[in-house]
C-alpha cells in the first residue's frame, strides 16, 4: 500500500485527482491532501510518503519554488509536477530542480494513472513532446532549448520570475535569504543569457511567457 501526498489549492481537483486514483484497481493507495505550501512542509515533517503531487500555482508559494524545500525533508522521494501550465513552460525547470515528472490537468485519467505507477516505481515520466524538448535542449551547439529561459540556471529562472512579478532587489534577496549584490549579479547573468539590457524587458517577458502566477 502506497501512500502520497496530492498538493493543490483548489479542493475539487484535488479530490477529482484522488478519485481517480483510489479507483484504479491494481494500484492501492492512501491519498491525502494539503493545501497550501505550508501544510504540504508539514505534512511531509510528520509523515512517510512514497510520492508527491505537486501543482505550481499555489496560493502562498509558487510549487516550483516549494519542491526543493520538500526534497530536503525527504531527499528519495518521487515529486510530479501536476499543472495547468503547458510543458514548454516549466518542465524543464521543474526536472532540474529534482522533479520526477511533469503532467498537465487536461491529460486523460490513464495518463495520470500512468504517471503515478511510474513516480512510484522509481522511474520517471516525461512525455514524448517534453522528451522531444529535453533532446533539444541537452544536444547544446546542436539544437536550441525550446524557449529562452531554458537557459537559465534554476536559480535564475527563479529570480526571473520574481523581477518577473515586479519584485524589488531588497525584496528578492529577503526572500530568498541573499545578499542584494548577489541578486544584482544573478540579474546581470540572466540579462546576458537572455539578451536582454534591462529588468523592463525581463518582467515584459516573464509576463508574456506567463512565467509569473
Given at each position: 500500500m502506497y501512500k502520497i501526498l496530492v498538493?493543490?489549492?483548489h479542493f475539487v481537483v484535488r479530490h477529482g485527482i484522488i478519485r481517480i486514483?483510489?479507483?484504479?484497481?491494481?494500484?492501492?493507495?492512501?491519498?491525502?491532501?494539503?493545501s497550501t505550501s505550508e501544510e504540504a512542509l508539514q505534512k511531509l515533517s510528520n509523515c512517510q510518503y512514497q510520492a508527491i503531487l505537486l501543482d505550481i500555482s499555489l496560493n502562498d508559494e509558487n510549487g516550483l519554488d516549494l519542491l526543493p524545500k520538500l526534497k530536503q525533508i525527504q531527499p528519495s522521494i518521487p515529486i510530479l509536477i501536476v499543472s495547468m501550465h503547458p510543458e514548454e513552460l516549466y518542465a524543464i525547470h521543474a526536472l532540474s530542480l529534482g522533479a520526477?515528472?511533469?503532467?498537465?490537468?487536461?491529460?486523460?485519467?490513464d495518463i495520470l494513472v500512468d504517471a503515478v505507477s511510474n513516480v512510484l516505481s522509481g522511474q520517471r515520466f516525461i512525455s514524448a513532446s517534453l522528451a522531444s524538448s529535453?533532446?533539444?535542449?541537452?544536444a547544446g551547439d546542436q539544437g536550441m532549448p525550446s524557449a529562452v529561459h531554458d537557459q537559465l540556471s534554476p536559480r535564475e529562472f527563479q529570480?526571473?520570475?520574481?523581477?518577473?512579478?515586479g519584485r524589488t532587489p531588497t525584496e528578492i534577496s529577503k526572500s530568498l535569504f541573499l545578499s542584494v549584490?548577489?541578486?544584482?549579479t544573478y540579474r546581470v547573468r540572466i540579462l546576458k543569457k537572455m539578451g536582454m539590457r534591462t529588468s523592463a524587458e525581463l518582467m515584459k517577458y516573464a509576463i508574456t511567457q506567463k512565467l509569473v502566477d
Open positions: 498538493v493543490d489549492d486514483l483510489e479507483e484504479r484497481r491494481g494500484l492501492e493507495l492512501i491519498c491525502e491532501e494539503a520526477a515528472g511533469y503532467l498537465t490537468k487536461n491529460s486523460a485519467p529535453l533532446a533539444d535542449h541537452l529570480i526571473l520570475r520574481k523581477i518577473g512579478s549584490k548577489t541578486i544584482s
